[in-house]
C-alpha cells in the first residue's frame, strides 16, 4: 500500500508537531524543585521551595549567601553539591574519587539538597 504524498506530509508535520510537546532532551539537569543555598559567613545550608529566592541567611542573617550547584560524576555517579563560584577556582571534583567534573554542573533537587544536610527554609 502507497501513502499519497499529501498524506505522507501531514502525517510527518503531525508526528514533528507531536514530539515537540515533550520535554528537552537534558532538561532534567536544569530543572529543579529547590533552591540550594550556602552561606559564606556561618556555614549554614538551606533550601528553599523552587519560587523562593533568599537574599539573606535565615540563621544569621548576613548578605552571603552562595546559590548551590551538583556535579554529577559519571565515573562513580556521585552527585558533589558546593556553591556556584566562576573562574580557576570553581572548577569541581568528585567528592568521592576527586575526578575533575567539568560540564557535568546540574541543578540539585530536594532530596540531594537533604542529603548534604541542607534545612528546609520558608523566609522569603
Not at 504524498?5 to 503531525?14: H, I, V
Not at 515533550?22 to 533550601?47: H, M, R, T, W
Not at 542573617?61 to 580557576?88: E, I, M, N, W
Request: proline fraction near 6%; charge should be positive.
Amino acid at each position: 500500500m502507497q501513502i499519497p504524498s499529501f498524506q505522507a506530509g501531514w502525517l510527518a508535520t503531525a508526528l514533528l508537531l507531536l514530539n515537540g510537546c515533550s520535554k528537552q532532551p537534558g532538561a532534567e539537569v536544569i530543572e529543579s524543585d529547590a533552591n540550594g543555598y550556602l552561606c559564606q559567613k556561618c556555614g549554614a545550608k538551606v533550601f528553599s521551595e523552587r519560587k523562593v529566592f533568599l537574599e539573606k541567611c535565615p540563621k544569621c542573617g548576613a548578605d552571603a549567601l552562595s546559590d548551590v550547584v551538583g556535579y554529577f560524576c559519571s565515573k562513580d555517579q556521585h552527585l558533589t553539591l558546593r556553591p556556584r563560584v566562576s573562574g580557576p577556582t570553581g572548577a569541581a571534583v568528585c567528592e568521592q574519587c576527586q575526578s575533575p567534573l567539568k560540564s557535568a554542573m546540574v541543578s540539585p533537587r530536594e532530596k540531594d539538597l537533604k542529603g548534604w544536610g541542607a534545612e528546609k527554609t520558608s523566609q522569603k
